[in-house]
């Protein structure tokens, strides 16, 4: 979520993430994401049947969580 979301998206595609979805934004009308948005920075939230991990701000952070 955020500014640079589309930017983030695009490193991911450097992973092999074959069962990964990716979605986000500035804005979302999904209510997993709802209120998860924090102007003025990117956020990357790691959620897996509904629940989200702790949000990190980096590519790497994100992938770690996904193992």
Known sequence: MGDDAIEKSRQFQNFYLPT???MGGSE???PLLENKNVKGETIIYVCRNKVCKQPVKTV?????LMK
């Open 20 to 22: 990964a979805f990716f």
């Open 60 to 64: 790497e952070e994100a992938i770690l």
């Open 28 to 30: 979302e009308n999904l």
